[in-house]
């Protein structure tokens, strides 16, 4: 199982990341904190990483 991310938690991957409680997506951005959920005790886990072209 992925690791639960708590809200405020610097984005390590970016990508989306989804609220396994409420099914909510959010978009990520690396170093930015992630935003706050509906209810005390929840987080959130990576889905899609971003894909780089190089």
């Known amino acids: 199982?992925?690791?639960?991310?708590?809200?405020?938690?610097?984005?390590?991957?970016?990508?989306?990341?989804k609220n396994p409680a409420t099914g909510?997506?959010?978009?990520?951005?690396?170093?930015?904190?992630?935003p706050p959920t509906q209810r005390p005790g929840q987080g959130y886990v990576l889905v899609d990483p971003t894909k780089h072209k190089r």
């Open 24 to 34: 909510n997506e959010v978009t990520g951005v690396q170093g930015k904190p992630l």
């Open 1 to 17: 199982m992925p690791k639960l991310l708590k809200p405020g938690t610097p984005v390590p991957t970016s990508g989306q990341y």
